[in-house]
Protein backbone atom coordinates (compact mmCIF):
# COMPACT_ATOMS: atom_id res chain seq x y z
CA UNK A 1 0.00 0.00 0.00
CA UNK A 2 2.94 2.25 0.85
CA UNK A 3 4.50 2.00 -2.66
CA UNK A 4 1.13 2.95 -4.29
CA UNK A 5 1.28 5.88 -2.49
CA UNK A 6 4.49 6.84 -4.22
CA UNK A 7 2.73 5.91 -7.32
CA UNK A 8 1.02 9.27 -7.14
CA UNK A 9 2.03 12.40 -7.48
CA UNK A 10 4.23 14.19 -5.33
CA UNK A 11 1.44 16.96 -4.44
CA UNK A 12 -0.49 14.10 -2.13
CA UNK A 13 2.07 13.27 -0.10
CA UNK A 14 3.03 17.05 0.52
CA UNK A 15 -0.79 17.64 0.93
CA UNK A 16 -0.95 14.29 3.23
CA UNK A 17 2.46 16.55 5.32
CA UNK A 18 0.77 19.62 5.20
CA UNK A 19 -2.30 18.60 6.92
CA UNK A 20 0.00 16.69 9.54
CA UNK A 21 1.61 19.77 10.47
CA UNK A 22 -1.63 21.20 11.05
CA UNK A 23 -2.25 18.90 13.53
CA UNK A 24 1.17 20.48 15.61
CA UNK A 25 -0.16 24.07 17.02
CA UNK A 26 2.97 25.01 18.30
CA UNK A 27 6.70 23.85 17.77
CA UNK A 28 8.61 21.80 15.64
CA UNK A 29 6.13 19.27 13.13
CA UNK A 30 7.04 16.01 14.46
CA UNK A 31 4.53 13.96 11.96
CA UNK A 32 6.46 16.04 8.75
CA UNK A 33 9.92 14.89 10.43
CA UNK A 34 8.47 11.31 10.64
CA UNK A 35 6.79 11.10 7.31
CA UNK A 36 10.87 12.24 5.81
CA UNK A 37 12.05 8.92 7.82
CA UNK A 38 9.91 6.64 6.13
CA UNK A 39 12.08 5.74 3.31
CA UNK A 40 14.59 7.43 0.77
CA UNK A 41 11.35 8.42 -1.50
CA UNK A 42 9.31 10.15 1.09
CA UNK A 43 12.47 12.00 2.16
CA UNK A 44 13.31 12.79 -1.32
CA UNK A 45 9.58 14.14 -2.09
CA UNK A 46 9.24 16.04 1.36
CA UNK A 47 12.75 17.38 2.00
CA UNK A 48 14.75 18.30 -1.21
CA UNK A 49 13.77 21.47 -2.87
CA UNK A 50 10.32 21.27 -1.35
CA UNK A 51 10.15 25.37 -0.65
CA UNK A 52 6.50 24.98 -1.02
CA UNK A 53 6.05 22.62 2.00
CA UNK A 54 8.21 24.40 3.84
CA UNK A 55 7.40 27.90 3.29
CA UNK A 56 3.76 26.77 4.82
CA UNK A 57 5.08 25.22 7.42
CA UNK A 58 6.81 28.32 8.30
CA UNK A 59 3.25 30.32 7.46
CA UNK A 60 1.67 27.87 9.95
CA UNK A 61 4.32 28.27 12.42
CA UNK A 62 5.42 31.60 12.15
CA UNK A 63 4.68 35.30 11.27
CA UNK A 64 5.66 35.58 7.78
CA UNK A 65 4.66 39.41 6.22
CA UNK A 66 7.88 41.14 7.34
CA UNK A 67 10.22 38.61 6.03
CA UNK A 68 8.64 38.64 2.74
CA UNK A 69 8.68 41.76 2.36
CA UNK A 70 12.12 42.45 3.47
CA UNK A 71 13.57 39.68 1.43
CA UNK A 72 10.79 39.35 -1.63
CA UNK A 73 9.16 35.99 -1.68
CA UNK A 74 12.13 34.36 -4.09
CA UNK A 75 14.83 34.89 -1.35
CA UNK A 76 12.10 33.87 1.32
CA UNK A 77 11.22 30.95 -0.30
CA UNK A 78 14.94 30.13 -0.54
CA UNK A 79 16.05 30.89 2.89
CA UNK A 80 12.90 29.08 4.60
CA UNK A 81 13.71 25.82 5.49
CA UNK A 82 17.41 27.25 7.07
CA UNK A 83 14.92 29.50 8.70
CA UNK A 84 12.93 26.74 9.94
CA UNK A 85 15.66 24.79 11.71
CA UNK A 86 17.21 27.91 13.00
CA UNK A 87 13.69 28.86 15.04
CA UNK A 88 13.14 25.44 16.02
CA UNK A 89 16.48 25.27 17.87
CA UNK A 90 16.45 27.90 19.17
CA UNK A 91 12.79 27.18 20.97
CA UNK A 92 14.62 23.68 22.19
CA UNK A 93 17.10 26.32 23.51
CA UNK A 94 14.47 27.97 25.43
CA UNK A 95 12.56 25.36 26.73
CA UNK A 96 15.45 22.86 27.79
CA UNK A 97 16.91 25.97 30.10
CA UNK A 98 20.76 25.21 29.68
CA UNK A 99 22.55 28.20 29.92
CA UNK A 100 26.02 26.53 28.71
CA UNK A 101 24.11 25.99 25.60
CA UNK A 102 26.51 26.57 22.91
CA UNK A 103 24.12 27.81 20.89
CA UNK A 104 22.90 30.40 23.43
CA UNK A 105 24.09 33.41 21.80
CA UNK A 106 22.71 32.73 18.29
CA UNK A 107 19.07 31.41 20.16
CA UNK A 108 19.02 34.83 21.38
CA UNK A 109 19.50 37.07 18.40
CA UNK A 110 16.67 34.58 16.41
CA UNK A 111 14.47 35.57 19.37
CA UNK A 112 15.23 38.82 19.09
CA UNK A 113 14.60 39.29 15.74
CA UNK A 114 11.83 37.09 15.56
CA UNK A 115 10.16 39.75 17.78
CA UNK A 116 10.71 42.16 15.42
CA UNK A 117 9.19 40.65 12.70
CA UNK A 118 5.98 39.64 14.72
CA UNK A 119 2.84 40.46 13.09
CA UNK A 120 -0.98 40.72 13.93
CA UNK A 121 -1.28 37.31 14.60
CA UNK A 122 1.59 37.03 17.31
CA UNK A 123 2.62 33.52 16.06
CA UNK A 124 6.61 34.68 16.78
CA UNK A 125 5.60 35.83 20.44
CA UNK A 126 3.53 32.76 21.13
CA UNK A 127 5.90 30.58 19.64
CA UNK A 128 9.17 32.33 22.18
CA UNK A 129 6.32 32.67 25.29
CA UNK A 130 4.52 28.68 24.79
CA UNK A 131 8.24 27.59 24.82
CA UNK A 132 9.19 29.63 27.83
CA UNK A 133 11.06 32.42 26.77
CA UNK A 134 10.10 34.50 29.44
CA UNK A 135 10.91 31.87 32.58
CA UNK A 136 14.39 30.89 30.68
CA UNK A 137 15.51 34.94 30.63
CA UNK A 138 14.39 35.46 34.48
CA UNK A 139 16.18 32.54 35.48
CA UNK A 140 19.18 33.47 33.75
CA UNK A 141 19.13 37.49 34.66
CA UNK A 142 19.07 36.16 38.53
CA UNK A 143 21.82 33.43 38.04
CA UNK A 144 23.93 34.02 35.19
CA UNK A 145 23.97 38.31 34.85
CA UNK A 146 27.04 38.86 36.76
CA UNK A 147 29.19 36.20 34.95
CA UNK A 148 32.22 37.40 34.72
CA UNK A 149 31.74 40.46 36.97
CA UNK A 150 34.46 38.87 40.12
CA UNK A 151 37.13 39.82 37.25
CA UNK A 152 35.92 43.51 36.48
CA UNK A 153 35.14 44.82 39.65
CA UNK A 154 32.04 43.48 40.62
CA UNK A 155 30.27 45.21 37.92
CA UNK A 156 28.35 43.23 35.03
CA UNK A 157 29.44 43.28 31.70
CA UNK A 158 27.63 44.97 29.41
CA UNK A 159 28.36 42.31 26.76
CA UNK A 160 26.57 40.85 24.05
CA UNK A 161 24.48 38.02 25.66
CA UNK A 162 23.40 40.09 28.76
CA UNK A 163 21.99 42.80 26.29
CA UNK A 164 20.36 40.75 24.57
CA UNK A 165 18.85 38.65 27.38
CA UNK A 166 17.70 42.55 28.93
CA UNK A 167 15.94 43.28 25.71
CA UNK A 168 14.33 40.58 25.48
CA UNK A 169 13.36 39.70 29.43
CA UNK A 170 11.85 43.66 28.85
CA UNK A 171 10.36 42.82 25.43
CA UNK A 172 8.31 39.55 26.68
CA UNK A 173 7.29 41.00 29.61
CA UNK A 174 3.64 41.95 30.78
CA UNK A 175 1.70 43.62 33.15
CA UNK A 176 0.52 40.10 34.18
CA UNK A 177 3.83 38.70 34.01
CA UNK A 178 5.25 41.25 36.86
CA UNK A 179 2.33 41.40 38.43
CA UNK A 180 2.84 37.91 39.85
CA UNK A 181 6.43 38.10 41.09
CA UNK A 182 6.55 38.38 44.57
CA UNK A 183 7.88 41.30 46.69
CA UNK A 184 11.09 39.58 47.39
CA UNK A 185 11.64 38.54 43.09
CA UNK A 186 10.55 41.81 42.80
CA UNK A 187 13.36 43.68 44.79
CA UNK A 188 15.99 41.11 43.84
CA UNK A 189 15.40 41.65 39.90
CA UNK A 190 15.57 45.40 40.62
CA UNK A 191 18.96 45.05 42.88
CA UNK A 192 20.41 42.79 39.79
CA UNK A 193 19.90 45.67 37.12
CA UNK A 194 20.81 49.00 39.28
CA UNK A 195 24.60 49.06 37.95
CA UNK A 196 22.77 49.16 34.31
CA UNK A 197 20.07 51.61 35.61
CA UNK A 198 22.30 54.37 37.81
CA UNK A 199 26.22 53.86 36.99
CA UNK A 200 25.63 56.24 33.88
CA UNK A 201 29.62 56.48 34.17
CA UNK A 202 29.86 52.93 33.02
CA UNK A 203 27.02 52.05 31.07
CA UNK A 204 25.47 54.72 28.82
CA UNK A 205 22.37 54.66 26.97
CA UNK A 206 23.53 56.47 23.82
CA UNK A 207 24.75 54.22 20.41
CA UNK A 208 27.38 56.93 19.91
CA UNK A 209 28.56 59.61 22.72
CA UNK A 210 26.39 62.12 23.42
CA UNK A 211 28.38 65.45 22.48
CA UNK A 212 28.21 63.92 18.94
CA UNK A 213 25.82 65.96 16.76
CA UNK A 214 26.81 63.63 13.79
CA UNK A 215 27.23 59.91 15.49
CA UNK A 216 28.88 58.99 12.62
CA UNK A 217 31.74 60.75 12.69
CA UNK A 218 33.70 60.14 16.00
CA UNK A 219 36.08 62.71 17.56
CA UNK A 220 38.19 61.73 20.46
CA UNK A 221 37.18 65.37 22.78
CA UNK A 222 34.34 63.49 22.81
CA UNK A 223 35.78 60.98 25.61
CA UNK A 224 37.78 61.98 28.38
CA UNK A 225 39.75 59.94 30.72
CA UNK A 226 37.95 58.60 33.98
CA UNK A 227 38.86 56.06 37.34
CA UNK A 228 36.21 53.51 35.54
CA UNK A 229 37.60 53.96 31.43
CA UNK A 230 37.08 56.55 29.19
CA UNK A 231 33.73 58.25 29.23
CA UNK A 232 31.92 57.55 27.67
CA UNK A 233 31.91 53.80 27.17
CA UNK A 234 31.54 53.00 23.62
CA UNK A 235 28.84 50.68 22.70
CA UNK A 236 29.68 47.21 21.54
CA UNK A 237 30.72 46.96 18.13
CA UNK A 238 27.74 45.86 15.21
CA UNK A 239 27.63 41.94 14.99
CA UNK A 240 26.93 40.26 11.87
CA UNK A 241 24.00 37.72 12.18
CA UNK A 242 21.84 35.94 9.84
CA UNK A 243 18.37 38.05 9.69
CA UNK A 244 16.70 34.75 7.90
CA UNK A 245 18.42 31.42 7.25
CA UNK A 246 21.77 32.55 5.94
CA UNK A 247 21.11 36.29 5.02
CA UNK A 248 23.50 37.97 6.83
CA UNK A 249 23.12 41.20 7.94
CA UNK A 250 24.82 43.66 10.28
CA UNK A 251 23.15 44.65 13.48
CA UNK A 252 23.32 46.77 16.37
CA UNK A 253 23.93 44.88 20.07
CA UNK A 254 20.75 46.38 21.84
CA UNK A 255 21.93 48.74 25.04
CA UNK A 256 21.18 47.01 28.16
CA UNK A 257 20.77 50.29 30.10
CA UNK A 258 17.75 51.42 27.98
CA UNK A 259 15.82 48.00 28.19
CA UNK A 260 17.23 47.41 32.25
CA UNK A 261 15.61 50.84 33.03
CA UNK A 262 12.38 49.59 31.65
CA UNK A 263 12.19 46.72 33.62
CA UNK A 264 13.28 48.95 36.79
CA UNK A 265 10.96 51.21 36.20
CA UNK A 266 7.51 49.08 35.90
CA UNK A 267 8.81 47.37 38.89
CA UNK A 268 9.38 50.38 41.18
CA UNK A 269 5.65 51.49 40.23
CA UNK A 270 4.27 48.51 41.71
CA UNK A 271 5.60 50.20 45.08
CA UNK A 272 3.34 52.93 45.59
CA UNK A 273 3.94 55.70 47.07
CA UNK A 274 2.09 57.11 50.45
CA UNK A 275 0.65 60.31 50.22
CA UNK A 276 2.51 62.48 52.63
CA UNK A 277 0.73 63.49 56.25
CA UNK A 278 0.99 67.28 56.26
CA UNK A 279 -1.32 66.57 52.76
CA UNK A 280 -3.63 64.51 54.57
CA UNK A 281 -3.51 67.07 57.76
CA UNK A 282 -4.31 70.25 55.64
CA UNK A 283 -7.13 68.50 53.91
CA UNK A 284 -5.76 69.75 50.43
CA UNK A 285 -8.15 67.81 48.38
CA UNK A 286 -8.11 68.91 44.95
CA UNK A 287 -6.10 71.46 42.51
CA UNK A 288 -9.32 73.41 41.86
CA UNK A 289 -9.45 73.55 45.27
CA UNK A 290 -5.83 74.78 46.05
CA UNK A 291 -5.61 77.28 42.81
CA UNK A 292 -9.12 78.84 44.29
CA UNK A 293 -6.42 79.76 47.58
CA UNK A 294 -3.64 80.49 45.69
CA UNK A 295 -1.62 77.49 46.51
CA UNK A 296 0.91 75.73 45.04
CA UNK A 297 2.15 72.19 45.53
CA UNK A 298 1.20 69.20 44.68
CA UNK A 299 -2.49 68.11 46.56
CA UNK A 300 -3.89 64.80 47.28
CA UNK A 301 -5.54 64.94 43.80
CA UNK A 302 -1.84 65.81 42.16
CA UNK A 303 -0.53 62.58 43.86
CA UNK A 304 -3.09 59.96 43.26
CA UNK A 305 -3.03 61.29 39.60
CA UNK A 306 0.83 60.54 39.52
CA UNK A 307 0.78 57.44 41.38
CA UNK A 308 -1.73 55.58 38.82
CA UNK A 309 -1.27 57.28 35.43
CA UNK A 310 2.62 58.23 35.71
CA UNK A 311 3.26 54.40 34.03
CA UNK A 312 5.73 52.51 32.24
CA UNK A 313 4.09 51.18 28.99
CA UNK A 314 5.27 47.91 28.27
CA UNK A 315 6.02 46.77 24.70
CA UNK A 316 3.29 45.57 22.30
CA UNK A 317 3.27 43.69 19.13
CA UNK A 318 3.40 44.29 16.32
CA UNK A 319 5.72 47.03 17.87
CA UNK A 320 5.05 50.56 16.08
CA UNK A 321 8.57 50.87 14.68
CA UNK A 322 8.42 47.63 12.40
CA UNK A 323 6.60 48.21 8.67
CA UNK A 324 9.79 49.46 6.74
CA UNK A 325 10.87 48.09 3.79
CA UNK A 326 14.44 46.65 4.23
CA UNK A 327 15.92 44.57 7.03
CA UNK A 328 15.77 46.82 10.33
CA UNK A 329 16.89 45.38 13.02
CA UNK A 330 16.08 47.81 15.44
CA UNK A 331 13.11 46.63 17.68
CA UNK A 332 13.13 48.76 20.48
CA UNK A 333 16.53 50.65 19.72
CA UNK A 334 16.90 54.06 18.98
CA UNK A 335 15.83 54.14 15.26
CA UNK A 336 16.16 57.30 12.58
CA UNK A 337 13.62 60.00 13.74
CA UNK A 338 10.34 59.99 12.63
CA UNK A 339 8.88 63.77 12.65
CA UNK A 340 5.78 63.83 15.09
CA UNK A 341 7.29 61.35 17.75
CA UNK A 342 7.60 63.87 20.51
CA UNK A 343 4.85 66.12 19.86
CA UNK A 344 2.39 66.05 22.80
CA UNK A 345 1.86 65.82 26.72
CA UNK A 346 4.47 63.74 28.12
CA UNK A 347 4.02 62.65 31.80
CA UNK A 348 6.23 60.03 34.03
CA UNK A 349 9.07 60.02 36.66
CA UNK A 350 12.51 60.05 37.39
CA UNK A 351 14.26 58.04 39.86
CA UNK A 352 16.95 59.63 41.76
CA UNK A 353 20.40 58.33 43.70
CA UNK A 354 21.77 60.16 46.56
CA UNK A 355 24.28 62.96 45.33
CA UNK A 356 26.75 61.92 48.31
CA UNK A 357 26.34 57.73 46.83
CA UNK A 358 26.84 58.83 43.19
CA UNK A 359 30.12 60.58 43.78
CA UNK A 360 31.28 58.24 45.75
CA UNK A 361 30.42 55.28 43.24
CA UNK A 362 32.12 57.78 40.28
CA UNK A 363 35.44 57.96 42.54
CA UNK A 364 35.73 54.74 43.65
CA UNK A 365 36.54 51.20 41.13
CA UNK A 366 34.96 48.56 43.23
CA UNK A 367 31.50 48.04 42.41
CA UNK A 368 28.63 49.24 45.56
CA UNK A 369 26.98 46.47 47.11
CA UNK A 370 23.93 48.59 47.07
CA UNK A 371 22.40 51.14 45.36
CA UNK A 372 20.40 53.48 47.26
CA UNK A 373 17.98 56.11 45.63
CA UNK A 374 16.05 59.40 47.19
CA UNK A 375 12.64 57.89 45.41
CA UNK A 376 10.44 58.70 42.21
CA UNK A 377 9.38 62.19 41.18
CA UNK A 378 7.08 63.66 38.93
CA UNK A 379 8.32 64.29 35.59
CA UNK A 380 5.71 66.21 32.79
CA UNK A 381 6.22 67.80 29.58
CA UNK A 382 4.16 69.35 26.83
CA UNK A 383 6.76 69.37 23.97
CA UNK A 384 6.31 70.53 20.32
CA UNK A 385 8.51 69.64 16.95
CA UNK A 386 9.77 72.32 14.60
CA UNK A 387 12.01 71.47 11.14
CA UNK A 388 13.44 72.46 8.51
CA UNK A 389 14.43 70.82 4.96
CA UNK A 390 16.68 73.77 4.28
CA UNK A 391 19.91 72.34 4.90
CA UNK A 392 21.10 76.09 4.35
CA UNK A 393 18.99 77.40 6.68
CA UNK A 394 19.80 75.28 9.76
CA UNK A 395 21.05 77.14 12.90
CA UNK A 396 24.43 76.35 14.31
CA UNK A 397 25.72 73.38 16.85
CA UNK A 398 28.12 74.04 19.42
CA UNK A 399 31.60 72.24 19.53
CA UNK A 400 32.12 68.68 20.36
CA UNK A 401 34.59 70.25 22.94
CA UNK A 402 31.43 71.94 24.91
CA UNK A 403 29.71 68.37 24.89
CA UNK A 404 25.71 69.00 25.28
CA UNK A 405 26.27 72.11 27.76
CA UNK A 406 22.55 73.57 25.46
CA UNK A 407 21.37 70.46 23.62
CA UNK A 408 24.15 71.21 20.91
CA UNK A 409 22.60 74.76 20.50
CA UNK A 410 24.51 77.87 20.45
CA UNK A 411 24.40 79.06 24.06
CA UNK A 412 22.76 82.41 22.90
CA UNK A 413 19.64 80.76 20.84
CA UNK A 414 16.71 82.55 20.71
CA UNK A 415 13.60 82.35 19.18
CA UNK A 416 10.06 84.50 18.20
CA UNK A 417 7.08 82.53 17.14
CA UNK A 418 5.96 83.03 14.14
CA UNK A 419 2.33 81.72 12.27
CA UNK A 420 3.50 78.51 11.50
CA UNK A 421 6.61 78.18 13.21
CA UNK A 422 9.60 80.06 15.02
CA UNK A 423 12.62 82.00 13.55
CA UNK A 424 15.51 81.41 15.57
CA UNK A 425 18.58 83.78 16.58
CA UNK A 426 20.70 85.01 18.49
CA UNK A 427 21.50 88.21 20.38
CA UNK A 428 24.37 89.68 17.71
CA UNK A 429 22.37 88.53 14.57
CA UNK A 430 25.24 85.89 13.36
CA UNK A 431 22.74 83.30 12.12
CA UNK A 432 18.76 83.56 12.28
CA UNK A 433 16.88 80.53 10.56
CA UNK A 434 13.19 79.76 10.17
CA UNK A 435 11.76 76.43 11.27
CA UNK A 436 7.97 75.03 10.72
CA UNK A 437 5.83 73.58 13.56
CA UNK A 438 4.82 70.28 13.71
CA UNK A 439 0.89 70.10 13.48
CA UNK A 440 -0.47 66.61 15.23
CA UNK A 441 -2.45 65.13 12.53
CA UNK A 442 -0.52 66.33 9.54
CA UNK A 443 1.05 63.90 7.11
CA UNK A 444 4.30 62.69 9.06
CA UNK A 445 7.52 63.26 7.13
CA UNK A 446 10.33 60.90 7.35
CA UNK A 447 14.05 61.42 8.23
CA UNK A 448 14.85 61.79 4.89
CA UNK A 449 12.58 64.93 4.17
CA UNK A 450 13.95 66.66 7.43
CA UNK A 451 17.50 68.36 7.76
CA UNK A 452 17.17 69.27 11.23
CA UNK A 453 14.40 69.14 14.22
CA UNK A 454 14.34 71.83 17.49
CA UNK A 455 11.78 70.89 20.25
CA UNK A 456 10.47 73.05 22.27
CA UNK A 457 8.14 72.90 25.49
CA UNK A 458 6.51 73.84 29.17
CA UNK A 459 4.94 72.28 32.01
CA UNK A 460 1.40 72.66 31.55
CA UNK A 461 -0.08 74.78 34.28
CA UNK A 462 -2.15 72.37 36.36
CA UNK A 463 1.10 70.03 36.59
CA UNK A 464 3.52 73.30 37.15
CA UNK A 465 1.03 74.48 40.22
CA UNK A 466 1.97 70.79 41.63
CA UNK A 467 5.26 70.20 40.43
CA UNK A 468 7.05 73.59 39.66
CA UNK A 469 7.31 74.35 36.19
CA UNK A 470 10.29 74.89 33.36
CA UNK A 471 10.72 75.47 29.78
CA UNK A 472 12.40 73.35 27.77
CA UNK A 473 14.64 73.71 24.59
CA UNK A 474 16.34 71.03 22.74
CA UNK A 475 17.50 69.13 19.38
CA UNK A 476 17.15 65.78 18.16
CA UNK A 477 20.33 63.61 16.55
CA UNK A 478 18.24 62.81 13.32
CA UNK A 479 20.46 59.50 12.72
CA UNK A 480 19.60 57.47 16.06
CA UNK A 481 17.06 59.84 17.31
CA UNK A 482 18.45 60.59 20.41
CA UNK A 483 16.79 63.67 21.84
CA UNK A 484 18.73 66.08 24.36
CA UNK A 485 16.92 68.81 25.81
CA UNK A 486 17.38 71.63 28.58
CA UNK A 487 14.81 71.99 31.62
CA UNK A 488 14.96 74.87 32.87
CA UNK A 489 13.52 75.65 35.89
CA UNK A 490 10.94 78.87 35.97
CA UNK A 491 11.74 79.87 39.46
CA UNK A 492 15.34 80.02 38.41
CA UNK A 493 16.71 77.01 40.55
CA UNK A 494 18.97 76.19 37.71
CA UNK A 495 19.01 74.04 34.28
CA UNK A 496 19.07 70.45 33.91
CA UNK A 497 19.31 67.80 30.56
CA UNK A 498 17.26 65.13 29.72
CA UNK A 499 19.06 63.16 26.90
CA UNK A 500 17.03 60.02 25.88
CA UNK A 501 15.36 57.69 23.25
CA UNK A 502 11.52 57.10 22.37
CA UNK A 503 11.44 53.20 22.12
CA UNK A 504 9.18 50.83 19.95
CA UNK A 505 6.96 50.53 23.20
CA UNK A 506 6.27 54.40 23.10
CA UNK A 507 8.57 55.32 26.10
CA UNK A 508 11.17 58.30 26.49
CA UNK A 509 13.61 56.93 28.69
CA UNK A 510 17.13 58.10 29.18
CA UNK A 511 19.13 60.14 31.77
CA UNK A 512 18.97 63.85 33.68
CA UNK A 513 21.93 66.14 34.86
CA UNK A 514 23.37 69.25 35.76
CA UNK A 515 24.29 71.27 32.80
CA UNK A 516 27.60 72.26 33.90
CA UNK A 517 29.38 68.50 33.40
CA UNK A 518 30.07 68.83 29.88
CA UNK A 519 31.85 65.62 28.43
CA UNK A 520 32.83 65.31 32.09
CA UNK A 521 31.18 62.08 33.59
CA UNK A 522 28.67 63.83 35.49
CA UNK A 523 28.93 64.07 39.25
CA UNK A 524 25.30 63.19 39.28
CA UNK A 525 22.87 61.52 37.30
CA UNK A 526 19.70 60.23 37.64
CA UNK A 527 17.13 58.05 35.24
CA UNK A 528 13.91 58.76 33.55
CA UNK A 529 11.22 57.38 31.89
CA UNK A 530 7.76 59.10 30.13
CA UNK A 531 4.72 58.15 28.18
CA UNK A 532 2.51 59.66 25.64
CA UNK A 533 -0.61 61.07 27.58
CA UNK A 534 -2.75 59.94 24.82
CA UNK A 535 -5.80 61.04 26.76
CA UNK A 536 -5.59 64.97 25.83
CA UNK A 537 -5.08 67.01 22.98
CA UNK A 538 -1.32 68.13 22.38
CA UNK A 539 -0.57 71.53 22.75
CA UNK A 540 1.34 73.81 20.15
CA UNK A 541 3.81 75.37 22.64
CA UNK A 542 6.60 77.09 21.73
CA UNK A 543 8.23 79.28 24.65
Not at 134 to 146: I, T, V
Not at 149 to 160: A, H, I, R, T, V
Not at 221 to 228: A, E, G, K, N, T
Amino acid sequence: MLAHLFDASPEILQKIAFFAILSTPRGPPRDLYNLCLVCRASNRILSISNAQLYSDTFTHNFDHHAPKRRLGRQAFRENVKRELQRRFTTLKVFRRGNFDDPHLTEALWVAYLMLEDSGASQKNFQQLIGFGLRKFLDDFLRSRLYDGSQDNNGWPLPNEKNSLAIALFWLSSSQSSVSIESDAGRNRMMQLLQPFVFAAFRYPVFTTAESCFDPTTFDPRSRVPSIHGSYPPLPLDPREVPYFGNIAYTACVPPAPLFASLLYFVRHERMEPAIPPHLIEAKRQTREEADALGQVGPTIDDMLHFIHHCRTRFAEFPATDIGVQSPSLTLGQPTPYRLGTLTGRWQGSYIMPFMEDYRQWLNNLPAPSEFPATGRFPLYATLQEHYTRDINSVIPRNGTEQGTLNAWLPSDCRWVEKPNGIEVFDSDNTFRAFYETYKPGERSKTYDDVVDVLITGKTDDRHAAAWGGFHFLGRIRLPDGLMVVSREALGGTGTELLRGYVTSSQNLVGRRKHVSDGTEPAYWESTFSLCKDHTTPALGITS
